[in-house]
Structures are given as structure tokens and as C-alpha cells.
């Protein structure tokens, strides 16, 4: 029982999405450091929904909106058709040689958390790991360094446990 919850506190973690610690008026991002992620993507089946998203919550797809005023519109949805709304802002970190970026996501709704993690984009694929960091739940956010499968949680490696592939429409 007591994995189920923390199992759940994960998942929780890794809808938040994409939150970050300012309103949407101080973002700090300017268009030219969040333009790369502006858009509408989807994640959408088994290939490309995070395997702890469709364990823990079924989630069968995910839209995904990011604006250039540093908010995002998340709506999960699981396999029985259920949706679950979540809001808030992001911060970028700074582009890198690799291409992989952080990404800090401060959710205000349907509860506030703050999850964090990494995205590359390439074309018009997306590859996207988060999880919550705070309240902390005892999971670490992936790094730009670690790549994709670096979150830890309880001090354990999770692979690509959480992470998910996204096309920009």
C-alpha cells in the first residue's frame, strides 16, 4: 500500500508537467528562450506516453499547450476517456551542446506543485521527462547532464520509467 502511494505521488509529479516558480507576467523568458518549446504537442499511446503514466493513471494521451508568456495547458487523459486539467508556468534552462534543455514547471492547478526535468526537441518530436519536485515527494528531477532516465526516486534510478515522446501539431 505504501508504494501504491508513493507510486502515486510520482505520477502526480509527472503530470504536473512543466511547472516553475513565476507568475506569467515574471516569467523571466523572453520569446527567444521559450519559442523552441511554443506550441500545441501530443503524446499518444503506448509508444509514446511515459510507462509510469500508463501504469500508475492509465493515461492513454496528453495535449500539451506551451505560450510565449512562459504558461502552459496540460490535459491528461486517461483510457476510460477522463480528463485531467493542469495549468501553471515554466522557466527554460539555458540551450546546450546537446541539445537537451531543463525545464522548471510551477503548476497552480488542479494543485500547486513544482515538478522538474529535461526536453529536446528535434524536428517535430519532442522527448520530455519531469517529476515533482516539491512538496518533495523523495524523487530527483532528471538532469541536463544524466539525460533522458536520470530521475531517481527514493534514491533509484528509474530508466525510461517516465519518460515521453511528444509531436508538435
Do not use: H
Not at 50 to 69: P, Y
Not at 80 to 89: K, R, W
Amino acid at each position: 500500500m505504501m508504494i501504491k502511494k508513493y507510486t502515486l505521488a510520482v505520477l502526480i509529479g509527472a503530470l504536473a508537467f512543466v511547472g516553475y516558480a513565476c507568475d506569467s507576467n515574471s516569467s523571466g523568458n523572453n520569446n527567444s528562450e521559450v519559442e523552441v518549446i511554443v506550441g500545441t504537442w501530443v503524446s499518444e499511446g503506448a509508444e509514446n506516453v511515459s510507462l509510469g503514466l500508463q501504469l500508475i493513471s492509465k493515461t492513454a494521451r496528453i495535449d500539451a499547450e506551451f505560450n510565449e508568456n512562459g504558461t502552459y495547458n496540460v490535459v491528461s487523459t486517461d483510457s476510460l476517456g477522463s480528463e485531467v486539467v493542469f495549468t501553471g508556468t515554466f522557466e527554460l534552462g539555458e540551450e546546450t551542446d546537446s541539445g537537451i534543455r531543463s525545464i522548471t514547471l510551477q503548476q497552480s492547478e488542479p494543485t500547486a506543485v513544482v515538478s522538474g526535468g529535461i526536453f529536446q526537441i528535434e524536428g517535430n518530436l519532442m522527448t520530455y521527462e519531469v517529476i515533482q519536485t516539491e512538496p518533495n515527494i523523495g524523487a530527483e528531477a532528471p538532469t541536463v547532464e544524466g539525460g533522458f532516465g536520470s530521475t531517481l526516486v527514493g534514491g533509484d534510478a528509474q530508466g525510461t520509467l517516465w519518460v515521453q515522446k511528444y509531436e508538435r501539431q
